[in-house]
């Protein structure tokens, strides 16, 4: 089926022909509509047209509106102020829209068919080392923007550059050679959280070592050199770390109720028989050049506390390659290979310096153009209650499967009060869906590049902009569904509406609208600040518009079952889209 037009872009064009027909000279402006508080829509173009067109803006609004046919969309327009148009649309148009989009599986929401291909680099642990809370936004905005991105048209194609080389791994395997007793663990019965935790001690063990015993790091930089020249025992020990390792992120990713592939799993690893050709292209293009045996680019704009130009390395002096060469050689992979028109990297803000010079060098070989963007997503930090890092008491990192642990518990908590008929099976189940949702959400409602505060409480709290808030408003939607009888869903154009159902109606109407925006934008939060006000906006219509009692007229029950069954497909429809389930009864 064909997208539906929205209310906003019929509005749109009826003010765009009525401008044209009024006023023919000043070709195709635009109303510049948006919504208001004062009536449905508001146009504010006709300021700017008067002061182009040298005319009175009342008197050229007036003018405008005159010329504008009598029609079933708009009931009134009025002429405000300096000559803005305070726009009223009639209940009909509201309900015939709405009836357009519900008839819809995809409820009216446009599908590109022909969209570029975007590669997004998300969620992205290392190996050897347990996942901590830094992990989290990587993941689950990273996971987002897939969900939303796909939904729209575009063909997504999922990398995870997993820390996987390099010379922490020489550290590690030559310490486990000198103590191959400190990580015992042939029984089966191990899993795979257990498995990581041994690994993730023995990299620390190994890093002291490494920290303090030179004799050791020349040994451990010796083994760099044989794990990158194939040495088979070496790259045995090597792939058993990485084989572990990913039976770990596996279960983490599970927990998260996130779809993680295997094949989607390009690590560093995966790019080192294209460093060398990177640099070569690199140096012979003049795009990089020799310093003091290093292979750098320089930046006019980039310099250090010291006032001197700062280079992104892109190989070392002894040979050995930095994060730039990997970067760069991602790229050209993912353009030559995947296709890729738009390049997402789901990556701390932190590392923004890093990626602007990637880009430019990128820019600057050519890999990166008119017809290939790249684009970093950057993320704030999540913090603790008091506003600092979030640590454990201790001052260690929080482990990630702790902190969803605990979330699943205080949610499990939380529906297990509410629950009336539920067994402990499903209050198990909808504290999961219920837990990992918080924590998702909590994320996706903060714009990625501010930080948040990490709060359990608040998080699961039937009150205010939380996950909790909106699930239980799905839930409660599906409930009167159990009482309606044999009263079914079903559009009257020809009813008077309600303040509280046109104000719902009218939002359920900009949905298409909210999910675009979040797309273009590659904003989560867009979306997650426009179901909230859809969950807030039906406890309103809930309130003050009853459905079925006390009993209202059939078609009235009957149009108000419909907003309400339209309601619940675009939360469900739109909380899929970030991720987070919507359980039908809480």
Known sequence: ??????????????????????????????????????????????????????????????????????????????????????????????????????????????????????????????????????????????AAMVEILEFTGEQVVRRHHIGDWGTQFGMLIQYLEEHPHELDHKDAEVSGEEAMSNLDRLYKAARRFFDSDEEFKTRARRRVVDLQAGDPKTLAMWQKFVDESKIYFFSVFEKLDMDV????????????????????????????????????????????????????????????????????????????????????????????????????????????????????????????????????REGETVRLVDLLDEAIDRAATVVREKARDLTEDEIAERGAQVGIGAVKYADLSTSAARDYKFDLDQMVSLNGDTSVYLQYAYARIKSIFGKAGDRTPLAHPELELAPAERALGLHVDQFGEAVA?????????????????????????????PVIKPEPPKEVA??????????????????????IRTPERL
């Open 558 to 579: 009957e149009n108000r079952l419909f907003l309400c069954d339209l309601t619940a497909r675009t939360l469900h429809q739109g909380m899929a889209l970030l991720g």
């Open 261 to 392: 592939r295997d094949p989607d799993i390009v690590g560093e690893s995966g790019y080192n028989d294209m460093l060398a050709e990177t640099c070569r292209i690199l140096e012979e293009s003049g795009v990089a050049v020799r310093s003091e045996g290093a292979l750098c680019v320089f930046f006019d704009d980039v310099k250090g506390p010291d006032g001197n130009p700062t280079p992104l390395i892109v190989q070392k002096s002894d040979g050995g390659y930095g994060y730039a060469a990997t970067d760069l050689s991602a790229i050209r992979d993912r353009v030559r290979n995947l296709k890729a028109s738009t390049l997402l990297y789901v990556v701390d803000v932190r590392q923004s310096l890093h990626f602007k010079m990637v880009f430019e060098t990128a820019r600057r070989a050519g890999w990166l153009n008119e017809d290939v963007k790249a684009v970093q997503l950057a993320f704030g930090t999540v913090l603790g209650k008091d506003g600092k890092p979030f640590k454990t």
């Open 1 to 142: 089926m064909a997208s539906v037009p929205s209310l906003a872009s019929t509005v749109q064009q009826r003010l765009a022909e009525g401008l044209s027909a009024a006023l023919p000279e000043a070709g195709s402006a635009d109303p510049l509509l948006r919504r208001s508080d004062r009536a449905d829509f508001q146009a504010n173009g006709i300021l700017a047209l008067a002061k182009q067109l040298k005319g009175n803006p009342r008197e050229l609004a007036t003018k405008v509106v005159d010329g504008i046919p009598a029609n079933d969309v708009l009931k009134e327009i009025e002429v405000s102020g300096p000559g803005f148009l305070n726009i009223t649309v009639t209940d009909a148009a509201i309900v015939r829209t709405l009836a357009a989009r519900a008839a819809d599986d995809r409820l009216g929401v446009p599908f590109a068919e022909n969209a570029g291909t975007t590669v997004i680099d998300y969620a992205q642990p290392n190996v050897a080392k347990e996942m901590h809370v830094g992990h989290l936004r990587s993941a689950v905005i990273g």
């Open 517 to 545: 925006e979040a797309a273009s934008d590659y904003a989560p939060h867009k979306l997650a600040a426009y179901l909230y006000q859809l969950a807030s906006l039906y406890t309103t219509f809930y309130d003050q518009c």
